[in-house]
């Protein structure tokens, strides 16, 4: 009983964070009628109906699988690095997804002008996101076959992210003011541009990698002893080092793609949860990030929406302002970090 207690709790949490979600807005919904429609029961008034089935519930399982799928990323990274600040985007997937997009809006304003209509194509930003995440994928894979050294790959991340940064800014040099202005709401982060079938291809992405890094849990708990001690238990450790990145690409580079980067959650939820459970067993941490990411996610969203108000904060502010802070006062309360 005393272990399921915290996956019960958790999981109580997650539902209590879900319906917050979906009642609180611009519109605030009774309880009530919001049960109705998550049961398939429709309201007596109907816009509610809509809102929730169109607006509300995409973005709140939008917030789900962004919470979810960064807190397993984040774990990944940290222990194939064994870096307490190792986080989704260390391999250079967001700074990629983010050259790809700012090549479509802010190289638009450069070329003709059937580009610059594409700029306002939802599927579009993810196409080009998308594609600038498998560029960097490919780029740390070769490295990956060349580099032994698992930190000497850390570095060859961060400098692609310094690379394709620097690319961005000149773009941005040269950009016209409303095309740079697009980009900028676009590295904000949003969970409420999805539509329905948009969302299912990020379910879909988010499973293949979550199944990926199930199946590398119990070599990573080997690899926090060290690399040589995990190779001497039989891990492969150079199969094992491309299934986590690959896992990682899919978590991070979906999520990148169609809700653009979300910054603090992948490095923010595996330190809390270590700190609340006290273990480095990767079976147990595994469904705590989770859960724990998507509450956190749910949470920030709930905050960043304004409840009452008919304008929205951007998600990455709220993020970093709401989680940061936490996360310090974890970290000096326990005065340890378990890693």
């Known amino acids: 009983m005393k272990k399921t207690l915290p996956y019960l709790l958790l999981s109580l949490l997650l539902v209590v964070s879900f319906v917050t979600n979906i009642s609180l807005g611009s519109v605030s919904i009774p309880l009530k009628d919001v049960l109705l429609q998550l049961v398939a029961i429709s309201s007596e008034v109907e816009h509610f109906n809509y809102i929730i089935t169109n607006y509300r519930l995409p973005k709140a399982i939008t917030a789900i699988l962004v919470g979810s799928g960064l807190g397993i990323s984040g ?10 600040l190792a986080g989704p985007y260390v391999l250079g997937l967001s700074s990629g997804a983010s050259l790809g997009v700012a090549l479509l809006i802010l190289g638009a304003g450069m070329f003709t002008s059937v580009l610059g209509g594409m700029i306002y194509s939802s599927w579009a930003t993810v196409i080009a996101a998308s594609l600038g995440s498998f560029l960097v994928l490919l780029l740390v894979m070769l490295m990956a ?20 940064s620097a690319v961005v800014g000149i773009l941005a040099y040269f950009s016209p003011a409303s ?49 040589k001690y995990a190779a001497s238990l039989g891990v492969n450790i150079e199969k094992n080092r491309k299934l986590i990145i690959l896992a990682t690409s899919l978590l991070a580079g979906s999520i990148t793609a169609f809700a653009g980067p979300i910054a603090f959650i992948g490095l923010a939820v595996p330190h809390i949860v270590r700190q609340f459970f006290k273990t480095n067993n990767h079976f147990v941490l595994f469904p705590c990030v989770i859960l724990s990411g998507a509450i956190l996610m749910l949470i920030c969203d709930i905050v960043a929406q304004l409840p009452g108000y008919d304008f929205t904060l951007p998600i990455n502010a709220i993020t970093s302002v709401f989680g940061a802070p936490l996360v310090i006062w974890l970290l000096v309360r326990k005065k340890k970090m378990y890693f």
Do not use: H
């Not at 000497?152 to 992210?161: F, H, N, V, Y």
């Not at 969970?191 to 293949?208: P, R, T």
């Open 179 to 227: 095309n740079l202005q697009t980009y900028v709401f676009w590295s904000f982060g949003s969970l409420g541009n999805l539509q329905w079938n948009e969302v299912g291809i990020l379910m879909a992405s988010l499973f293949a990698g979550g199944l990926i890094a199930l199946a590398c849990l119990k070599n990573m708990n080997a690899l926090l002893l060290g690399e």
């Open 75 to 84: 774990l990944l990274m940290q222990t194939l690095f064994r870096n307490p």
């Open 145 to 164: 076959n060349k580099v032994k050294d698992t930190m000497s790959l850390l570095i060859i991340g961060l400098m692609l992210a310094s690379l394709t």
